[in-house]
């Protein structure tokens, strides 16, 4: 099992001395598919990293429509060339396909050409992360996050739509508890599950206030063979200080799963 946390690059130290394995970073934050190389400062930043950067989130930035009249295909395409060959560089193993304000479906856009628009995008990318050795991870959001692809279950209709290996499913503790999802849900998309989020359901670390029982999520993971990597995603003060107790908790609940 490899645990990490989604965190700036700059608290690889941190983690490391914490026991942690990797850290996720954001690709709005470092990768900046709309910045130009010339103004660029992210491949110097992961330069500096003392850890694996094995995943990024937060695939598409909300100025950069997906679904709706505004989208525009051939823009997403650079984007995610752009994208795709900075990952690659970086050795991001993962890319989280959440962006929530960019696969949003405008009011009154017909829900059906939105999510054939967001099949149009994943297809268009399929070939490009393949190239490199990516795998794109389709995440299910909350209702009051997105208003498409709330559920592990529809996250799914588009992996089996696609059909392709390089784009799979994310399993996230967090937008699962909030949609009150059933945990056959989570099976039955094993073994298209390739990455995991977990935070509370408050958004807080697991262990860190609310001691969250994970052992029932992950008791599904271990069943269907998952042993890929686990993320902690959660709104965490003083994260240097508590890590290595929030990290004790989760493989203490995943041993006991």
Known sequence: MLFGICTPVEHSAAVRAAGWDFVEERVDQLIQ???SDDQWQGGARAAKSVM??????VLVPPVLKITGPEADPQRLLEYMKLV??????MGIKTLVFGSGGARNVPDGFDRNHAKAQIIDFLKMTAPLIQARGITLAIEHLNHKECNIINSISEAMTYVRELNHPSIQC?????????????????AEALPSIVHVHVSDRDRS???FSRKEDYRPFFAILKSGGYYGP?????NWPDMPQTAAGVLEYIKKQWKEA
Not at 52 to 57: F, G, R, Y
Not at 84 to 89: E, I, K, L, Q, W
């Open 205 to 207: 670390a697991p262990g």
């Open 230 to 234: 686990i993320s902690v995603e959660a």
């Open 33 to 35: 598919g709309l910045i």
């Open 52 to 57: 694996p950067i094995l995943a990024a989130n």
């Open 170 to 186: 994310l399993a996230d503790t967090f937008h699962f508890w909030l949609n009150s999802e059933s945990l056959d849900s989570l």
């Open 84 to 89: 795709v060959s900075r990952s690659a560089n």
